[in-house]
Structure formats: structure tokens, C-alpha cells
């Protein structure tokens, strides 16, 4: 059983900065894909970005050069730097592992861009 919780949500004006981070536990395997995903009201979730067990990373056009993702494998943790934020940026974020054919999911923490 994997299961894993964010942390790091909030409020936070226009320019500013958060990280997330999302802990794993469970039968973790080394070459899980970690990533983020994000849902605001009344839209479809969407990938934000992720990243690999040998740490090759992707990212949505919408967060590249503001968002950073990484991972440490030995903490079972990816994080989520996020920077610049605009108000779009305000949603649900939630981390998912993928491993053994199936996508685990966390219980999401939510970011508010707001003035």
C-alpha cells in the first residue's frame, strides 16, 4: 500500500514563492515517476510536472521557468518550488507516484494567488 501527503499549500500574493512537498510511504520502488497535478474549480485537472527516479524532468508550458520539481529518493519526497506566482496559478495541487502500472494519488494541498 503506497500513500502519500502534501504539504506546503496556502496563501500567497501575486510574485510570490511556495513549496510543496509530497511524502511517500509505503512499498516505494526506486524507479517510481513522481509528479504534480493541479485542479482549479470548474476545470480539468492538468500536469504541472514530474520527474523520473534518475531525475529527468518535465513541466507544463504554462510553469516552465517559475516552477521547480525535485526529488529525494532516500525521504521517498518530491517537492514542487514554485515562484513568480500568478493568480491562474491558484488550485488544488496534488502529487501522484506512478509504479507497478498503477498512479497513487495524495489527498491534495490548495494554493490561493490572491492580492
Known amino acids: 500500500q503506497v500513500q502519500l501527503v502534501e504539504s506546503g499549500g496556502g496563501l500567497v500574493q501575486p510574485g510570490g514563492s511556495l513549496r510543496l512537498s509530497c511524502a511517500a510511504s509505503g512499498s516505494i520502488f526506486s524507479f517510481s515517476t513522481m509528479g504534480w497535478y493541479r485542479q482549479a474549480p470548474g476545470k480539468q485537472r492538468e500536469r504541472v510536472a514530474g520527474v523520473t527516479s534518475i531525475g529527468i524532468t518535465n513541466y507544463a508550458d504554462s510553469v516552465k521557468g517559475r516552477f521547480t520539481i525535485s526529488r529525494d529518493n532516500a525521504k521517498n519526497t518530491v517537492y514542487l518550488q514554485m515562484n513568480s506566482l500568478k493568480p491562474e496559478d491558484t488550485a488544488a495541487y496534488y502529487c501522484?507516484?506512478?509504479?507497478?502500472?498503477?498512479?497513487?494519488w495524495g489527498q491534495g494541498t490548495q494554493v490561493t494567488v490572491s492580492s
Open positions: 501522484k507516484l506512478f509504479q507497478g502500472g498503477r498512479d497513487y
